[in-house]
């Protein structure tokens, strides 16, 4: 029954991604961020849905006359450049492992749906849509597994999707989605959907702090100082962090506050100290192989780790760690851009990240101060939010190529790109109401759309 639900609605979504071409970018970012076969148990599972996601989109590219055409920003060729580097590094790269294939084949198609995004998603509403696009695909896996660990009572234990990874890398994309939460409930103008949306939000927080991840609660840290810095109403976030605190104190099991107290002891935790032993591995190859690195997951490969063993201690006077004794994944985003792609591939990322910040710190200098947009100047702040996160989180995981990152980026650079169009190279001209814009373009507005352009009283964080 579960599939045949499915079904129908994959149908009906297909249907409208052919005529439309932003529905076809938010169904393929939908599929790929959530890969609900996970969830399905009968045909369905055995479909490519994202394949199929991704023919219908271009068949929406040729068919939707009101496509844009498409910019190349920063964001876009730095993306590019480093999935080519990506395609340099594999073929002549040391490993034979499929899952060093299946990552290129990720990263193809994340820059194929980057690009078209481009000429899909251009204006706010189209920006909100792709939002609770996000929110669906990604924030899903964590608030099912909070509300399963909120009605066991603390006794379920979490086992990650596979398409995901293990019980970190579910804790920050987790946590990258529950910035985008807060921003949906401050703009829902229905209450039911706001209230739905603060939900989604505890069960978030539930479900990181259900995977038992010590890099999850790190990350949980800098969110809470960071939404409390940024508040508008400090004494009020300060009140609902400690009430969460005390929460989470007073119902989190006991296995779970003696994990969490070992974090203060990193150099005699076997778990971390393995990573640092797989950071040097890594920067070892990248200095025997400093322009393509050893491809993608090159150390995981038993007879690339052989070769680089020999070569461990040639660091010593740095760096000192364990010597491995089995093949290791990076565990970090920076060593695992190092070691994967060499030292072009790891500038490339970093200019990837550098790039989202700048454009973030350019649509808050273009809203500073405009009440009309205070919508998009928050907006910014909780993606920088959720940038930060991934920075934190990703320093202890292999997660560079996460495809929540780039959609979130390219996200950030369709945002600069619609204020850069509507605020600085509009013409002035007299204000229509946000009600009579929306009956003049025929909108059909999503569920939990706030349609008003100015802030609603009573929103502040």
């Given amino acids: 029954m579960r599939d045949l639900a499915f079904m129908a609605l994959f149908l009906f979504m297909l249907v409208n991604a052919a005529r439309c071409l932003h529905a076809g970018t938010m169904l393929w970012a939908w599929i790929a961020l959530c890969a609900p076969q996970q969830y399905l148990y009968g045909i369905a599972t055995s479909l490519p849905l994202n394949k199929i996601a991704v023919a219908v989109t271009l068949v929406g590219l040729f068919v939707d006359q009101t496509k844009k055409p498409p910019y190349i920003d920063a964001h876009i060729l730095l993306v590019g450049l480093f999935v ?103 703009y829902s103008e229905s209450r039911l959907i706001r209230l739905s949306f603060l939900g989604a939000l505890l069960a978030c927080f539930a479900g990181v702090i259900a995977t038992a991840s010590r890099g999850g609660l790190v990350g949980l840290l800098v969110l809470g100082t960071f939404l409390f810095l940024h508040s508008r109403r400090k004494l009020l976030a300060l009140f609902g962090i400690a009430a969460l605190a005390a929460g989470l104190l007073a119902f989190a099991p006991e296995q779970w506050t003696e994990r969490m107290t070992t974090i203060g002891a990193a150099g005699q935790d076997n778990s971390f100290m393995s990573r640092v032993s797989s950071w040097k591995l890594n920067t070892i190859l990248a200095l025997d192989r400093p322009l393509v690195g050893g491809g993608y997951s090159a150390l995981e490969n038993w007879a690339v780790f052989d070769i680089y063993k020999e070569k461990f201690h040639t660091l010593d006077g740095f760096i000192d760690s364990p010597e491995p004794s089995f093949a290791l994944a990076a565990h970090s985003i920076y060593f695992q851009t190092l070691g994967d792609l060499g030292f072009p591939g790891f500038l490339l990322f970093m200019a990837i990240l550098v790039t989202g910040f700048r454009n973030l710190g350019r649509i808050l200098r273009m809203t500073r101060g405009r009440e009309s947009l205070v919508w998009a100047y928050d907006l910014a702040v909780l993606f ?42 509009a013409k002035p001209r007299p204000r229509m109401s946000a009600q009579t814009h929306d009956a003049a373009m025929g909108v059909v507005l999503p569920i939990g759309w706030d349609s008003t352009d100015a802030r609603q009283p009573g929103r502040e964080w």
């Fill in 384 to 425: 920088r939010l959720s940038l930060v996160v991934f920075m934190v989180s990703g320093a202890l995981l292999s997660a560079a190529y996460f495809e929540l990152l780039y959609i979130m980026l390219t996200q950030v650079s369709v945002l600069r790109r619609h204020l850069e169009e509507t605020v600085v190279a």
């Fill in 84 to 186: 080519l580097q990506g395609v340099i590094c594999y073929s002549v790269g040391l490993s034979d492992l499929d899952r060093s294939y299946d990552i290129l084949d990720k990263m193809i198609k994340i820059y194929a749906l980057c690009f078209v995004t481009t000429m899909a998603a251009r204006d706010r509403l189209q920006i909100h849509s792709m939002l609770i696009v996000i929110c669906l695909g990604m924030g899903i896996h964590g608030a099912l597994e909070g509300l399963k660990y909120i009605t066991s009572g603390g006794n379920h234990t979490v086992i990650a999707p596979a398409s995901i990874g293990d019980n970190n890398y579910l804790a920050m994309a987790t946590l990258m989605v529950m910035p985008l939460l807060v921003y949906l409930f401050r």
